[in-house]
């Protein structure tokens, strides 16, 4: 018996300590440009890219089927994840009672669910006013603003000029609202941009860069009341933000080593 | 029995004292995992003036030729960012205060902070490196998730709570 309970402490320890020892943060940054690439860097231009960015909508679910699907989805793997954390015969149970778990969570997913019109509704009215903003040229005038900001020392070229050596160009790959996959979540304004050092003389990439905008959640109600104003105060501090941070981390972020 | 139970413990102490994953500079004292504290990562300032202090940069872990050193710190209003599992349960939503230029790795808030208010901040250096202007990231932690870097606004920046009532001109926090 002592022998049993050594040997689950001393498990215990080996495994608490492999996990304090985790978090490498490595793989959750991307390197910034070398020092070489950026002393090549002279009379950049900034453009935006001839891309429409994809509109993402991931809302509430539209109507009684599609709560049902949500409900049936929360429903099993609710069950199924009880009973992994009873242990045991808990693990069997969880797995045995998923059907039932499913199909409460079929009911309850299809009776809260919000009508499908209503929601696709409301998912255009987002499409509308995030079209009507005209996110894509505004990211390049927020990131030409940061630059002249931030990086004094880099020669911004002017947009008609064709002396330039060095395009940055900035592209809106997607932007939208996005939450959990659940019945009636709280959503996120979510956009994606993608930079890129491109070399004027042959169109070459010289590097690439992609960073994610993920605000706080809301209520979808909230999002568009007041004429979708905090749709569109968010956008604006999206496209300031990740003009900042694109800017930081391609001409002036410095890690030695690769060390954060 | 007893000496067994005794080393895991100490094992199960020791092993987790370490610092908490996080890029960039880190306040000081550096936070460390394995502590008793119900909220090891929440600060809680003694006045509404706090006195921020971080790591002096060049680190051990820099490039040796730097020079024109010197600090920016940013404080923002926290935001509770409820019903996004994994996403962060709070966020850094108004900037209520920053500087830059400053000389020293320490700084008191020159002005009042809301009291009971959570806030969140970060500092960074900026230097020159042969003769060209260089900045370190924002500090942040990377824990309890190890958030990507490239996700704004920034996961794990540092958590500081002023104390209830009116300002109190008292010891550094």
Known sequence: ?260 | MRPMLGLTLILLAGGCARPYPSIGLRPVPVLMMGGWAPDPILRRADDLQPTLRWETFPRPVDAPAVSNISYELRIWRAEKNQDAPGQGLVLPGELVYARAGLVEPVHRVETPLEPDTLYLWSIRARFELEGRVRVTDWGALMFPRPFPTWLIPARGYYPIKTPSGTVRHGPAA
Not at chain 1, 7 to 31: D, E
């Open chain 1, 1 to 260: 018996m002592r022998r049993v309970v050594g040997l689950v402490l001393m498990t215990a320890v080996l495994a608490i300590q492999s996990g304090c020892a985790g978090g490498t943060a490595a793989k959750r940054y991307q390197f910034p440009p070398s020092e070489d690439v950026r002393a090549r860097l002279a009379d950049v231009q900034v453009t935006a890219a001839p891309t429409e960015p994809t509109f993402q909508f991931e809302g509430p679910a539209k109507g009684a089927g599609g709560g049902a699907r949500r409900g049936a989805g929360m429903g099993a793997t609710g069950t199924m994840a009880a009973g992994a954390a009873a242990g045991g015969y808990g693990v069997l149970a969880g797995i045995v009672l998923a059907p039932v778990g499913a199909l409460v969570g079929a009911i309850v997913g299809a009776a809260k669910a919000a009508p499908a019109e209503k929601v696709e509704q409301q998912e255009r009215a987002v499409r509308d006013a995030l079209q009507a903003l005209k996110i894509e040229e505004g990211a390049s005038a927020c990131a030409e603003e940061a630059m002249r900001r931030q990086t004094p020392q880099t020669r911004i070229a002017a947009a008609s000029s064709e002396t330039a050596s060095t395009i940055f160009e900035v592209a809106v790959e997607r932007l939208g609202l996005t939450g959990p996959w659940t019945i009636n979540p709280s959503l996120s304004f979510i956009m994606t941009e993608r930079a890129r050092l491109v070399r004027a003389s042959d169109g070459a990439e010289i590097y690439s860069y992609r960073t994610v905008y993920l605000s706080r959640s809301r209520p979808l109600e909230e999002w568009l009341a007041a004429d979708e104003s905090a749709l569109r105060e968010e956008a604006t501090r999206a496209c300031h933000e990740l003009a900042e941070r694109l800017v930081d981390d391609v001409f002036l972020v410095y890690r030695p080593g690769g060390r954060p």
